[in-house]
């Protein structure tokens, strides 16, 4: 699998692209408000299973959809709730793949 394609400031599926998949990402993008209002809320109550079910979700969908990077980021959060890392790592994970999540494109 190739990199994502980072644009400016998005980050587009490697499948943005294929005729056969297009629709696909692109429905996928169009709920990541929805996605990205979950993880906000779980992580606001410190719900640390919730966050590492949503992680774990996002980590298969991410690379199903063709974003790597969002499978990378989720599974690192998922990894550090796992080894119960602090609150302070929780929150940069959480930082970091909702910059991706909102980043997330479906075209290029």
């Given at each position: 699998?190739?990199?994502?394609?980072?644009?400016?400031?998005?980050?587009?599926?490697?499948?943005?692209?294929?005729?056969?998949?297009?629709?696909?990402?692109?429905?996928?993008?169009?709920?990541?408000?929805?996605?990205?209002?979950?993880?906000?809320?779980?992580?606001?109550?410190?719900?640390?299973?919730?966050?590492?079910?949503?992680?774990?979700?996002?980590?298969?969908?991410?690379?199903?959809?063709?974003?790597?990077?969002?499978?990378?980021?989720?599974?690192?959060?998922?990894?550090?709730?796992?080894?119960?890392?602090?609150?302070?790592?929780?929150?940069?994970?959480?930082?970091?793949?909702?910059?991706?999540?909102?980043?997330?494109r479906a075209g290029r």
């Open positions: 699998m190739t990199p994502n394609t980072v644009q400016a400031d998005g980050i587009y599926s490697d499948f943005g692209s294929d005729p056969c998949l297009q629709e696909l990402v692109e429905l996928f993008v169009d709920e990541m408000p929805a996605r990205i209002q979950r993880l906000t809320e779980a992580h606001a109550q410190l719900d640390r299973d919730s966050l590492r079910q949503f992680a774990h979700q996002l980590k298969g969908s991410g690379g199903s959809y063709g974003f790597s990077i969002l499978t990378k980021r989720a599974h690192a959060l998922e990894l550090a709730i796992l080894e119960e890392a602090s609150e302070q790592q929780v929150s940069t994970m959480v930082g970091m793949l909702l910059d991706v999540c909102r980043r997330a």
